[in-house]
C-alpha cells in the first residue's frame, strides 16, 4: 500500500509540481535516443512508463504508434493530453504510480525506459516488472543518467541511490539481448531541465 512516507508518493508530488507551469519542463520534442531507436522500428504496441508530459508519447503516436503510457502527475497527463490534441493524435495515458499500473504481460512490440530514475530498492524489481510487458521479440529502449551526471550538473537526480552503472543495468534486465548497452557522455537539449554535456547509459535490445 502506499503511505504519506512512500517515497513513490513523494516522486509523484515532486513531479506534479515540476509540471504545474505551462512550459514543458523537458521540452515537446522527444528524446534523442529514443527517437533514434524507434526510426527503424515498424510500428506496433509501445508502453512508456514515467511518461512525464507525454513528448515521448506523442511523437510515437505521430509515427503510428499504439501508445500506452503512465505516471503519477495530474498535470503531466493534462499536458501530454494537449500535445496529443494539438498533433491529431491519441494517446491512451493513465494516472498512476508504477506499482498500481495494471501491466499485460507478453503484449507490447516495445517499451520506453526515458529518465525514469529509481531508489535502488526498488529499481530491479520494477525494471523486471516492466519488461514483463515485452512480447518475446520485443525491444527495449532506455536512456537513463550515469553515476558520473552530478559531476556535470546539467539534469537528472542528485541523490546517487537513484543514479545507475551500466552493469546495473544489464543485470536488471535479464532476459533482453543487448544490441546497444553502453555508457557515453552526450550533449542533451531537452527543456529547461536537461541542458548541456551529460553522462547517460542508453540501452536498446530484444527480448529472448
Ligand atoms: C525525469 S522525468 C522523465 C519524464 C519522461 N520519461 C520524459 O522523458 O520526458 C521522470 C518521470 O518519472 C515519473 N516517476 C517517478 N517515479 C515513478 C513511479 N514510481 N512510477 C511511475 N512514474 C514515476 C515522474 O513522475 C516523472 O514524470
Same mark, same amino acid.
Given at each position: ?12 508530488? &515532486? #513531479?506534479?509540481?515540476? *509540471?504545474?507551469? %505551462?512550459?514543458?519542463?523537458?521540452? =515537446? %520534442?522527444?528524446?534523442? #535516443? ?30 503510428? #504508434? ?23 493524435? %491519441?494517446?491512451? *495515458? ?9 501491466? %499485460? ?21 520494477? *525494471? ?16 537513463? *543518467? ?26 536488471? &534486465?535479464?532476459?533482453?539481448? &543487448? ?28 527480448? =529472448?
Amino acid at each position: 500500500m502506499t503511505t504519506e512516507s512512500d517515497p513513490e508518493l513523494h516522486a509523484g508530488v &515532486f #513531479w506534479d509540481q515540476r *509540471y504545474r507551469d %505551462e512550459a514543458y519542463a523537458f521540452g =515537446t %520534442e522527444p528524446n534523442d #535516443w529514443f527517437r533514434e531507436c524507434l526510426e527503424g522500428l515498424p510500428a506496433g504496441r509501445l508502453l512508456l512508463p514515467g511518461e512525464g508530459e507525454g513528448r515521448n508519447a506523442v511523437h510515437a503516436a505521430r509515427h503510428g #504508434w499504439r501508445v500506452d503510457a503512465f505516471d503519477p502527475s495530474a498535470h503531466g497527463q493534462r499536458k501530454a493530453g494537449l500535445l496529443a490534441r494539438q498533433h491529431g493524435v %491519441e494517446i491512451d *495515458y493513465r494516472c498512476c504510480l508504477l506499482d498500481a499500473f495494471r501491466l %499485460e504481460p507478453g503484449v507490447y512490440d516495445a517499451l520506453g525506459i526515458i529518465f525514469l530514475h529509481l531508489p535502488s530498492t526498488q529499481r530491479t524489481p520494477a *525494471y523486471r516488472h516492466l519488461a514483463k510487458a515485452l512480447k518475446p521479440g520485443g525491444v527495449l529502449i532506455a536512456e537513463l *543518467y550515469s553515476k558520473d551526471q552530478p559531476a556535470l550538473g546539467t539534469g537528472g537526480p542528485p541523490d546517487p541511490d537513484k543514479l545507475y552503472s551500466l552493469d546495473c543495468l544489464e543485470t536488471d &534486465f535479464p532476459d533482453i539481448d &543487448f544490441r546497444v548497452a553502453r555508457q557515453c557522455r552526450r550533449d542533451i537539449h531537452e527543456g529547461c531541465l536537461h541542458q548541456g554535456p551529460s553522462s547517460v547509459i542508453q540501452l536498446f535490445g530484444h527480448k =529472448t
